[in-house]
Structures are given as C-alpha cells and as structure tokens.
C-alpha cells in the first residue's frame, strides 16, 4: 500500500516549499513591520502576557443549540461496525493506517492524506468501516462519511455537514464557536461546502487540540460525482492542520473531475486513466495526447463528452485528431466556447445510425422525453410512463447506450437511478439548436407526455396502488359539526414511479400546451381524469404535497369541448371540490384552498332554483363560508372581500334556521363566528363585532343547554372573544363578565367530569389574570396565570401541538408582566426568556407569521424585563430584534405586526431616552412610533396588548424629545396641544 500513499505526493510539493520559507523567516514576529496607516477589519486578536483578553459570546446556548440543528444531518452515509472486516484479515493493512494515523507530524505543515485505490468488491468499503471503529475508540474520528450514489442523502454537502458536526464533537469550545458563527450567518447552515470550509471550519482551527490526530474517513470516492468533492480534497485539506489525518477509499477507474486551468494536472491524471483502459489508448501519439489535454483546458466537461464519444466511433485515433482540431475556450466564459461545445455534440450526433428508421424513431420518443421531463426518470420508470406508446425498458437501454456520450453515468446495472443529461447545454442544443434529425420539439413532447401522464393517471390511480385515495368522502362533508380528516402525506417512493411522475407533472405539460394542439382523444382524456373524476388527482397530489391546480387546467381547456352524458354532475363535482378544499383549508393551505371552494360556489350556485332544496342551499352556506375563511386568512388586501361573503353565508343560514333551528343551528353559528373573524380582521373600526360576538355566544349559550360536553369548548372561546371585542370597543364591564363567566363555565363541567379543552380554560384564565392585576389584585392574578401556565404545559405535554405551544408561549409572556408588575423582576426575565425560546423554536419549524409576530412580542417584552432590572444594553438588543421582525412582517401581514410594532418601539425609545448622550438618534425611532400609533388609534381605537400604549403618550415622548434637542419647536408644541386633547 505505499504506492497508494504516493498517489497524492505532488500536492505537498509546493506546500513543502512554502513552509521551509516560512519557517526559516519565522525567527521574529514581523507582522506589520514596516508598514503605516492601515486598518484591519474583521480582527480577532489574542494578545498573551498581561495584556487584554476579550471574549464576547453573545449567544445563548438555545441560540447555539438551534444553529447547529441546521447543519446537515445525513442518513446513511456513517460508519457501521456490523460491516467492518472479519476479526484476523486485513491485519497488515489495519496495521499500516494506523501507523500512518498517530506518525508524529512535526515534520509536515499541513493534513496528509492517505489513498487507498483498489477495484471494485476487493473490501476497500470494509476496512473503512474498520478504521472508522478503531480511531472512534482512540477518540480520534471526526468523521467518517460513505458515499453511495442510491443513498439520496449521499452528497458533498452533506460530508461537509458530518464533518462540521464532527468537529463539535471535538470540543465544547469549538461546538460553541462553529454555533456562534452559524448563528450571525444563517445563510452558511445550508451554504455550499466550499464557502463552509471557508467560513466555518477554517476559522475555529486555532481552537483544536494538538495532541491527538484528528481522523477523517471518506469512502467511495468514485460514487459522488459532483466536481466540488475534488476540489476540496486537492484545495482544502492541505490548508488544515498536521493534526488532521484524511483516509479516502476509491474505485482506480472512477471519474473524478474538475475545472480549470490551474487544475491541468488532474485533468492530464483523469484522461490518462480514462485511456489506459481502453484498446486504443495505447496507439495514440504522445503529441495528440497533449494536443488532447491542452484543448480541455482544464474543463472535465468537455474531457469527458469527448471521451465517451470515442468510445463509439469507428476509429477512435482519427476521430480524436478531428475533435481536437483548433483551439477551444472556456465554454461557460463566452459565446464562443458555447458554440464549440455545440459543435462538439453535433460531431458526436452525426455518427448515430440515423439511416436506421428504428433507431431514429426510438430517438425522437426517449431523447425527447430526457429533454422534456420535468424531473429525470430512470430507466424502468420512462420505460413504465411510455408503456402505452409501446416503449419497453430494453428500448430505452439501447437508446441510452448509443447517446451515452451525452447522459451523466449512465448504467444499465442501476435501473433505478435516475437518467440526466450531460449538460443543461445538451438540453439546450437538442431543443434549440440542433438541426434535423437531431432536433426534439419539446412543444411536441409535452403534447405526448401530457397524454401519456393522463392515461397513467387514469389506468394506474386507484386504491390498489394507492391505498389512501377515499379520505375526502363520508358524511363529514356537509357536517358542519364533524371533524375533517387529515391529509395522508405520500411520500414519493410510496407507489410507482412513472404514477408518482403523472401525478406531479400532469398539469405543468397539459399547461405547457397551446390550445390548437389538443385533438378529440386528448380532450376526452382531460375529460375523463379533470371534469368526470378529478377526486383521485386532487386527493393524491394534496398528499403530495403539490397540490394539482386545476382550475386553471380547467380554464385552459375551457370551450373546447362539452360535457358528455359521463359527467357526474355540477352537484357532484361541487362536494368533490369542497371535500378537498376543506380538507386543504384545514392542513394550512389556504392559498390552495381557495380557487377550489370558490369553485364550489360557483358550481353550486348554477344548480340554484327557485325551489332549491335546502340541503343545496345549506351547501351553498357552508362552501361561502369556507372562500370567507380562507380569504380571511390571506394577506390584509382581501378581508373586506371576506366579510362582504361571510355576511352572505349568514343570511343563508339565517334562512335556514328560520324553517328548521333543529336542523340548521350549527351552521348558523358556525358562519356567524366566521363573520365576527372577518370582522375584527378588517382595517377599519368596526364596533359592529361586538353585537356580532353577542349573537354567537347566545347561540352558543343554547346548543350548551342541550349538550354541554358538544358546545363546552366553543362556547368558552367564544365568550373569550366577547371579552376580547368588548374590551376593544364596548365596555369593561362586558369583558370581565365574559371572563368570569368563561372561567366559571370552564370550572363547573371540569368538576362534573366533562371534559373541557385545557388550552381554552388557560386562555380564560390568561385574561381573568389580567383583568385582577389591572384591579389591583396582583396576587389573584398571578394565581390564575399560573394555573393557566399549568394547563397549558400539560397539554403541551400530551400533545405538542404548534398552536398549544404558542399559546404556551404568550400566556409566559403575559405572566412575566405580571409578574414584572409585582417587582419580581428577575423572575420575570426568566418566564419571559422560556417564552422567546419556545417561539423560536416554533418559527425554525414552522412558517405561521402567528409564531414570528409572537416572537417579537416576546423578545421585546423581555427587552423591557431586562432593563427594569438595570441590563439596558442586553435589552436593547432583543428589542431591536423585535422591531426587526415587526418591521419586515407589516409589509405583507401589517395588521398583525403593527399592534406589537408600536409596543417595541415604545420600549426602544424609552429606554434609550436614559441611556443615549445624543439624543437626536433618538428622534427617528420616536418618529416611527407617532406615525405607528396614530395608524393603530384609527384601525383598533383601544388596542391593549402588554399595557394600554396610547396616541397621547407616544405624542408626549416625541415632543418632549424635540424640546431637548432644540428641534422642531413648533411642531412639539403641536403635538403636545394634540396630546392634551385625546386626553381631555
């Protein structure tokens, strides 16, 4: 095995030089001699010898904990010692890494690697996998990483996610610092390997310990062809330490590649190896062969078409003098080099049988379809897509065969891997390009894939090889009581490929289709799948997670064609859609919901009559009152439209209830609670929502005396949305009343055994806590918050539901005021800091606008907990996070992120009022917040969220700010004068 460590030697040659002249110049510290007005940036500096030590972490160890869990995690690509080598083989081997492994490297100035180059199945894998067990229990491994092109998670980026998580494996101080730096740039979690090397490994070197190897195993080179694999082998791992110790395993024949100039010598190795296998190899002169390698240039690209393309001509010496003729350039650079490679693909298209009507035919069916698919396909799967056109997986292996020159590693060995082209250049030449009967039409073959995916669909999409179609029918759907059940998510290796293709891409090529190319059989397909029975479609791709856009199919190839006697029916195809949508509406997709329901709507309203029976007429109600739902849950621009259909969803059901209360009382309360949402969401004041709130708590207050354990929970909320109107527009009075009552409703069915949702008791409690601290009965109300506290941990406990958590995490926040408010500060700061921890954790999950807008209400609450207890500068800090996070929120959820805006920034500029010596710096935040709040006073005239943060106040600040400063006097005057007025 001493040749394979000889393998690399030419990488240490230049470094050993540079070394030897750094160590014999290294006598004295020399840095900056000499030298005269300059600056340094970005400096971390370490001064020893009584001078200054500076350490700042300013993460927490949540914060740190958090980055981290960003960094790639890979499955199936570590060491396993069920598959290291038999006990007594491979001894002298064993033996001679491991020596290599703790040689004292006081000789070398930089990590060595050791080669190991074997052929396939000669057990290179195993005494990986041995190594990787023997340097684990001489705590000595980093990492060990396995390669293998069937494993998706098997990639560059993730061996440089191993070796980052291996490294805070090391030491607690270097996973502190590799947090730290994740934490000021998120971006390099998922940033590629290369700049993570740079940025994240290169900077925490000085921090590893120096008397112990630190062992680094990769396996399989050959099976991960991404170009970066090299380059950081050859580039990077000579900049670490001697303390570093790479073992890397890999086929002889693999073809690993680079690019560039500076990188000849790799691509001389690659096209050397690539010949010395073939039988014409040797019979190329020794000046065509550097003609070869100095027309590459350093580009693998082009080395490698140009070597697959030689190994289907006729007379490979002779063809390699014609390819190589002229001089090339950089491809990616210029046109020019663009244009060679074309050449370069038309020269390897022209040598294919084309005179071969077979050859050519099956071409244009498979080239195209590996031109035109949305996501490359394997062999067996295009083989099973293509089926119907009588395209078997042995035609498309021959196929590829021939165009191998222009596939990325193709191999027949592997049916399951997924079949790419070379280049997207090829992808571009082929449809673009490339003259006949070289050219493939895509526009022509999204026509037959778009038929092909609607026969497959048709065919192959049923129960039996997709057992979760059906979830959308039963009696729930028109239930306004039932429970609607949960999508069943599909992953993509749960059925068949070419199924799994049809589904996902069927409406990107139907879509891709003009409308003068559909014919009758294509149309009666669009039919049969999209209008007779879309409920399979649409049930499979909202497992899918891509959701089928169908209206806008349906709208595409709307007026070509009429509805024969094989349509269900606009009744039916109204519940096929409003199953679904609500089904979407209730799994968080409302943007996908709602072009559905309002199809329903749409559907159903042309069924309407004058004698409509009430079950179509409750329809209509409840598929309105979905499109208000989800209308409502949009961005601000949409909740007048929202209200303006709740209202008439309200007005049906009105109807209905007045024939039969029995019958339709659930759904006239269940869209008069969707018309008070719309309401307390629009833009404007509307006191209207109290009465509104009335109605449904009174209803409510009847279908509870007819089952308590049915009606418990949505009557508690809905009196906490009574308190919560009440207290905005109508009285104290009313709030407390619906608090306690809430409360006192919550306790009685808790003592009679019916069971009550604990998360809505703790929202009652939650207010009835405020409202006694407000009358100043504090010790009451920290009672009720912390059994509110109580109830929602238990819950979380059960169950972690995100929407339990996050009212977890603002009844922690509401308790800390309370408990700020009792000069309990610190107590506070640490409620409070549970709070932001658990919002932030919910926002690294989720993406709710809810979870970041409580977030910010958090962090500027503890903002202010940290500076009543005299940590100004630490509280300044999260409150400028807050208002961050407010600031970018308002501009597509301004309803949401505006209320806590002006919160913070009352925080902010209060605090700085006694901290600053330039007042004037201050004068902007304090600007923001007057034009905040007198936005707020106009939508929500008594908004109360921590503490009432009046118009008046802010008004007070800003003049007072203007005073000190000496600005503005007019002004502050005016404003002073205003604020009087709201007072008074």
Same mark, same amino acid.
């Given at each position: 095995?001493?040749?394979?460590?000889?393998?690399?030697?030419?990488?240490?040659?230049?470094?050993?030089?540079?070394?030897?002249?750094?160590?014999?110049?290294?006598?004295?510290?020399?840095?900056?001699?000499?030298?005269?007005?300059?600056?340094?940036?970005?400096?971390?500096?370490?001064?020893?010898?009584?001078?200054?030590?500076?350490?700042?972490?300013?993460?927490?160890?949540?914060?740190?904990?958090?980055?981290?869990?960003?960094?790639?995690?890979?499955?199936?690509?570590?060491?396993?010692?069920?598959?290291?080598?038999?006990?007594?083989?491979?001894?002298?081997?064993?033996?001679?890494?491991?020596?290599?492994?703790?040689?004292?490297?006081?000789?070398?100035?930089?990590?060595?690697?050791?080669?190991?180059?074997?052929?396939?199945?000669?057990?290179?894998?195993?005494?990986?996998?041995?190594?990787?067990?023997?340097?684990?229990?001489?705590?000595?491994?980093?990492?060990?990483?396995?390669?293998?092109?069937?494993?998706?998670?098997?990639?560059?980026?993730?061996?440089?996610?191993?070796?980052?998580?291996?490294?805070?494996?090391?030491?607690?101080?270097?996973?502190?610092?590799?947090?730290?730096?994740?934490?000021?740039?998120?971006?390099?979690?998922?940033?590629?390997?290369?700049?993570?090397?740079?940025?994240?490994?290169?900077?925490?070197?000085?921090?590893?310990?120096?008397?112990?190897?630190?062992?680094?195993?990769?396996?399989?080179?050959?099976?991960?062809?991404?170009?970066?694999?090299?380059?950081?082998?050859?580039?990077?791992?000579?900049?670490?330490?001697?303390?570093?110790?790479?073992?890397?395993?890999?086929?002889?024949?693999?073809?690993?590649?680079?690019?560039?100039?500076?990188?000849?010598?790799?691509?001389?190795?690659?096209?050397?190896?690539?010949?010395?296998?073939?039988?014409?190899?040797?019979?190329?002169?020794?000046?065509?062969?550097?003609?070869?390698?100095?027309?590459?240039?350093?580009?693998?690209?082009?080395?490698?078409?140009?070597?697959?393309?030689?190994?289907?001509?006729?007379?490979?010496?002779?063809?390699?003098?014609?390819?190589?003729?002229?001089?090339?350039?950089?491809?990616?650079?210029?046109?020019?080099?663009?244009?060679?490679?074309?050449?370069?693909?038309?020269?390897?298209?022209?040598?294919?049988?084309?005179?071969?009507?077979?050859?050519?035919?099956?071409?244009?069916?498979?080239?195209?379809?590996?031109?035109?698919?949305?996501?490359?396909?394997?062999?067996?799967?295009?083989?099973?897509?293509?089926?119907?056109?009588?395209?078997?997986?042995?035609?498309?292996?021959?196929?590829?065969?021939?165009?191998?020159?222009?596939?990325?590693?193709?191999?027949?060995?592997?049916?399951?891997?997924?079949?790419?082209?070379?280049?997207?250049?090829?992808?571009?030449?082929?449809?673009?390009?490339?003259?006949?009967?070289?050219?493939?039409?895509?526009?022509?073959?999204?026509?037959?894939?778009?038929?092909?995916?609607?026969?497959?669909?048709?065919?192959?999409?049923?129960?039996?090889?997709?057992?979760?179609?059906?979830?959308?029918?039963?009696?729930?759907?028109?239930?306004?009581?039932?429970?609607?059940?949960?999508?069943?998510?599909?992953?993509?290796?749960?059925?068949?490929?070419?199924?799994?293709?049809?589904?996902?891409?069927?409406?990107?090529?139907?879509?891709?289709?003009?409308?003068?190319?559909?014919?009758?059989?294509? #149309?009666?397909?669009?039919?049969?799948?999209?209008?007779?029975?879309?409920?399979?479609?649409?049930?499979?791709?909202?497992?899918?997670?891509?959701?089928?856009?169908?209206?806008?199919?349906?709208?595409?190839?709307?007026?070509?064609?009429?509805?024969?006697?094989?349509?269900?029916?606009?009744?039916?195809?109204?519940?096929?859609?409003?199953?679904?949508?609500?089904?979407?509406?209730?799994?968080?997709?409302?943007?996908? %919901?709602?072009?559905?329901?309002?199809?329903?709507?749409?559907?159903?309203?042309?069924?309407?009559?004058?004698?409509?029976?009430?079950?179509?007429?409750?329809?209509?109600?409840?598929?309105?009152?979905?499109?208000?739902?989800?209308?409502?849950?949009?961005?601000?621009?949409?909740?007048?439209?929202?209200?303006?259909?709740?209202?008439?969803?309200?007005?049906?059901?009105?109807?209905?209830?007045?024939?039969?209360?029995?019958?339709?009382?659930?759904?006239?309360?269940?869209?008069?609670?969707?018309?008070?949402?719309?309401?307390?969401?629009?833009?404007?004041?509307?006191?209207?929502?109290?009465?509104?709130?009335?109605?449904?708590?009174?209803?409510?207050?009847?279908?509870?005396?007819?089952?308590?354990?049915?009606?418990?929970?949505?009557?508690?909320?809905?009196?906490?949305?009574?308190?919560?109107?009440?207290?905005?527009?109508?009285?104290?009075?009313?709030?407390?009343?619906?608090?306690?009552?809430?409360?006192?409703?919550?306790?009685?069915?808790?003592?009679?055994?019916?069971?009550?949702?604990?998360?809505?008791?703790?929202?009652?409690?939650?207010?009835?806590?405020?409202?006694?601290?407000?009358?100043?009965?504090?010790?009451?109300?920290?009672?009720?918050?912390?059994?509110?506290?109580?109830?929602?941990?238990?819950?979380?406990?059960?169950?972690?539901?995100?929407?339990?958590?996050?009212?977890?995490?603002?009844?922690?926040?509401?308790?800390?005021?309370?408990?700020?408010?009792?000069?309990?500060?610190?107590?506070?700061?640490?409620?409070?800091?549970?709070?932001?921890?658990?919002?932030?954790?919910?926002?690294?999950?989720?993406?709710?606008?809810?979870?970041?807008?409580?977030?910010?209400?958090?962090? %500027?609450? #503890?903002?202010?907990?940290?500076?009543?207890?005299?940590?100004?500068?630490?509280?300044?800090?999260?409150?400028?996070?807050?208002?961050?996070?407010?600031?970018?929120?308002?501009?597509?959820?301004?309803?949401?992120?505006?209320?806590?805006?002006?919160?913070?920034?009352?925080?902010?500029?209060?605090?700085?009022?006694?901290?600053?010596?330039?007042?004037?710096?201050?004068?902007?935040?304090?600007?923001?917040?007057? %034009?905040?709040?007198?936005?707020?006073?106009?939508?929500?005239?008594?908004?109360?969220?921590?503490?009432?943060?009046?118009?008046?106040?802010?008004?007070?600040?800003?003049?007072?700010?203007?005073?000190?400063?000496?600005?503005?006097?007019?002004?502050?005057?005016?404003?002073?004068?205003?604020?009087?007025?709201?007072?008074?």
């Amino acid at each position: 095995m001493e040749s394979f460590r000889k393998a690399f030697s030419k990488l240490d040659v230049k470094r050993k030089g540079r070394s030897e002249q750094t160590s014999s110049e290294s006598n004295g510290i020399h840095a900056f001699s000499g030298a005269s007005n300059f600056a340094l940036q970005d400096v971390n500096l370490s001064i020893v010898g009584r001078d200054l030590h500076i350490n700042q972490h300013a993460c927490t160890d949540t914060d740190i904990k958090n980055a981290l869990q960003w960094i790639a995690n890979p499955r199936g690509c570590s060491w396993d010692p069920s598959r290291a080598c038999i006990q007594g083989t491979r001894s002298l081997h064993i033996e001679e890494i491991s020596s290599w492994i703790v040689l004292n490297p006081d000789s070398q100035s930089s990590a060595e690697m050791f080669i190991i180059a074997d052929s396939a199945g000669s057990g290179k894998s195993a005494l990986a996998h041995t190594i990787c067990q023997q340097a684990q229990k001489q705590r000595q491994l980093v990492a060990g990483f396995f390669f293998d092109k069937m494993e998706q998670q098997s990639t560059t980026s993730n061996m440089m996610g191993a070796l980052i998580r291996g490294l805070c494996n090391v030491s607690d101080q270097i996973k502190r610092q590799i947090g730290e730096i994740l934490v000021e740039d998120t971006t390099l979690a998922t940033a590629p390997p290369v700049r993570q090397f740079e940025e994240i490994i290169l900077p925490v070197l000085k921090c590893l310990p120096v008397d112990r190897p630190l062992v680094v195993v990769i396996d399989a080179l050959d099976e991960e062809s991404d170009i970066v694999l090299l380059h950081i082998l050859r580039e990077c791992v000579p900049r670490l330490p001697a303390s570093f110790r790479f073992i890397a395993y890999h086929t002889s024949t693999a073809p690993l590649s680079l690019t560039g100039e500076t990188n000849r010598g790799d691509i001389d190795t690659y096209i050397t190896s690539r010949l010395s296998t073939t039988k014409y190899g040797p019979k190329i002169p020794s000046d065509l062969l550097d003609a070869f390698i100095t027309k590459a240039e350093g580009l693998f690209l082009w080395a490698a078409t140009v070597l697959n393309h030689l190994e289907n001509a006729f007379d490979p010496v002779a063809e390699l003098k014609d390819v190589v003729h002229g001089k090339s350039t950089y491809w990616r650079d210029d046109d020019d080099a663009v244009k060679k490679l074309q050449d370069l693909y038309l020269r390897i298209l022209s040598k294919f049988k084309w005179s071969d009507s077979r050859f050519a035919n099956k071409y244009q069916k498979i080239m195209g379809a590996l031109v035109t698919v949305m996501e490359p396909l394997s062999l067996s799967g295009l083989a099973g897509l293509y089926a119907a056109d009588g395209i078997t997986e042995e035609d498309v292996h021959r196929l590829c065969k021939y165009v191998q020159p222009l596939l990325q590693g193709y191999s027949p060995e592997r049916p399951q891997q997924p079949i790419r082209l070379l280049h997207l250049s090829v992808q571009e030449y082929l449809s673009k390009h490339a003259p006949p009967p070289y050219r493939l039409i895509c526009k022509e073959h999204h026509i037959v894939l778009s038929r092909l995916c609607l026969t497959v669909v048709k065919r192959d999409l049923n129960s039996t090889n997709v057992p979760m179609l059906g979830f959308t029918e039963g009696d729930w759907v028109w239930d306004p009581r039932a429970t609607v059940p949960e999508i069943p998510e599909l992953a993509r290796n749960a059925f068949l490929e070419y199924l799994w293709y049809s589904c996902r891409f069927l409406g990107n090529h139907t879509l891709s289709i003009s409308e003068d190319d559909f014919d009758d059989e294509h #149309l009666q397909l669009i039919c049969d799948v999209i209008f007779a029975n879309p409920r399979p479609i649409l049930e499979v791709t909202a497992g899918m997670g891509h959701f089928l856009d169908i209206i806008a199919l349906q709208k595409h190839v709307q007026g070509l064609y009429v509805l024969g006697s094989n349509d269900p029916g606009a009744s039916a195809r109204a519940e096929i859609y409003y199953s679904i949508a609500r089904s979407l509406y209730y799994a968080d997709f409302d943007v996908e %919901a709602l072009p559905v329901a309002q199809s329903a709507v749409s559907l159903i309203r042309e069924t309407l009559q004058d004698r409509t029976k009430q079950s179509t007429k409750m329809q209509l109600a409840m598929s309105l009152d979905l499109v208000a739902r989800c209308l409502g849950d949009l961005a601000i621009g949409r909740h007048d439209e929202s209200l303006q259909i709740a209202e008439e969803a309200v007005s049906i059901s009105r109807e209905l209830d007045a024939a039969s209360m029995q019958d339709y009382r659930p759904l006239l309360v269940m869209t008069a609670t969707t018309r008070t949402r719309a309401m307390t969401l629009q833009s404007s004041p509307c006191p209207e929502v109290v009465a509104a709130t009335r109605e449904c708590v009174e209803i409510y207050r009847q279908l509870f005396k007819t089952n308590a354990a049915e009606y418990a929970d949505d009557l508690v909320s809905e009196l906490i949305q009574l308190s919560a109107v009440s207290h905005l527009y109508s009285s104290e009075l009313e709030f407390v009343q619906a608090v306690q009552e809430a409360v006192k409703i919550s306790r009685r069915l808790v003592a009679e055994n019916i069971i009550v949702f604990p998360p809505i008791m703790a929202r009652a409690l939650v207010r009835l806590s405020l409202h006694l601290s407000d009358e100043g009965k504090v010790e009451d109300g920290l009672r009720a918050g912390s059994e509110a506290l109580d109830l929602y941990r238990n819950s979380v406990a059960e169950d972690p539901d995100s929407d339990v958590q996050a009212g977890l995490g603002e009844a922690l926040r509401l308790y800390s005021v309370l408990l700020n408010d009792d000069n309990r500060m610190e107590e506070a700061v640490l409620v409070c800091r549970e709070s932001v921890e658990l919002y932030r954790q919910l926002v690294a999950g989720h993406t709710s606008v809810i979870y970041s807008s409580g977030l910010a209400e958090s962090l %500027a609450q #503890l903002g202010c907990n940290l500076d009543d207890c005299g940590r100004t500068d630490e509280g300044l800090s999260l409150v400028r996070e807050a208002i961050e996070i407010q600031r970018q929120g308002i501009v597509e959820h301004r309803s949401i992120f505006l209320p806590g805006l002006g919160i913070s920034l009352l925080f902010y500029c209060s605090a700085l009022m006694d901290v600053t010596d330039n007042p004037q710096e201050n004068i902007s935040h304090m600007e923001e917040m007057v %034009a905040v709040r007198r936005e707020i006073s106009k939508s929500q005239p008594r908004l109360c969220v921590n503490t009432e943060v009046s118009l008046a106040g802010a008004l007070s600040i800003l003049a007072t700010e203007y005073i000190k400063c000496e600005v503005n006097k007019e002004e502050a005057i005016q404003l002073l004068k205003e604020s009087v007025e709201i007072i008074y």
